[in-house]
T-cell receptor, first 116, second 115 residues
Framework: DTAVSQTPKYLVTQMGNDKSIKCEQN?????MYWYKQDSKKFLKIMFS???????INETVPNRFSPKSPDKAHLNLHINSLELGDSAVYFC???????????????FGPGTRLTVL | AQTVTQSQPEMSVQEAETVTLSCTYD???????LFWYKQPPSRQMILVIR??????QNATENRFSVNFQKAAKSFSLKISDSQLGDTAMYFC????????????FGKGTKLSVKP
């Protein structure tokens, strides 16, 4: 009965490779997010999508591209991986109330990406 | 730009005792939301408690309560009757109303509960 799930939980890959992380939520929420947690545990938003439309796009390299096939899924594709991309990536979702998006965000278990 | 500051990188508490984690934030907004999230060693981010800025009453959830001081821009978390399972990183977070879900986190406080 996992509310927000991510796959894989661990991802180890070589520099220069392209990889994807998948996220699914079964909460019926309208908005989904990607966050990056660095080695010092600092969490920062990367993207948010509402009903498959990109809403927030922070200053993230364009090697990172979110893709939302439907409102229950938000996948993160990363091209040409670099050492500095090593981090934990969290997916989250929230209910959209009239565009205010002030509702609580529920997080997935995270994906630890290690770039060698 | 809004910022969230957690001034205690690490804290420890004896089991069954009470501990308070500090959080201050900087904003010129009047309508916003504040959250505490817990991240145990399992890495999962778990919502602990949420406070709407327009509510004067402090939020409580079982053993967890907040002291929300809007004028001072302070939002501390009190954990009563600490349990070993409370050992985790605790993150304070701020969201401006209408910000389209842009949740801004503090750097976290690592709490250790000792038996």
């Amino acid at each position: 009965d996992t509310a927000v799930s991510q796959t894989p939980k661990y991802l180890v890959t070589q520099m220069g490779n392209d990889k994807s992380i998948k996220c699914e939520q079964n909460l019926g929420h309208d908005t989904m997010y990607w966050y990056k947690q660095d080695s010092k545990k600092f969490l920062k938003i990367m993207f948010s999508y509402n009903n498959k439309e990109l809403i927030i796009n922070e200053t993230v390299p364009n090697r990172f591209s979110p893709k939302s096939p439907d409102k229950a899924h938000l996948n993160l594709h990363i091209n040409s991986l670099e050492l500095g991309d090593s981090a934990v990536y969290f997916c989250a979702s929230s209910q959209d109330w009239g565009g205010l998006r002030t509702d609580t965000q529920y997080f997935g278990p995270g994906t630890r990406l290690t770039v060698l | 730009a809004q910022t969230v500051t957690q001034s205690q990188p690490e804290m420890s508490v004896q089991e069954a005792e009470t501990v308070t984690l500090s959080c201050t934030y900087d904003t010129s907004e009047n309508n916003y939301y504040l959250f505490w999230y817990k991240q145990p060693p399992s890495r999962q981010m778990i919502l602990v408690i949420r406070q709407e800025a327009y509510k004067q009453q402090n939020a409580t959830e079982n053993r967890f309560s907040v002291n929300f001081q809007k004028a001072a821009k302070s939002f501390s978390l009190k954990i009563s009757d600490s349990q070993l399972g409370d050992t985790a990183m605790y993150f304070c977070a701020f969201m401006r109303s209408g910000s389209q879900g842009n949740l801004i986190f503090g750097k976290g406080t690592k709490l250790s509960v000792k038996p």
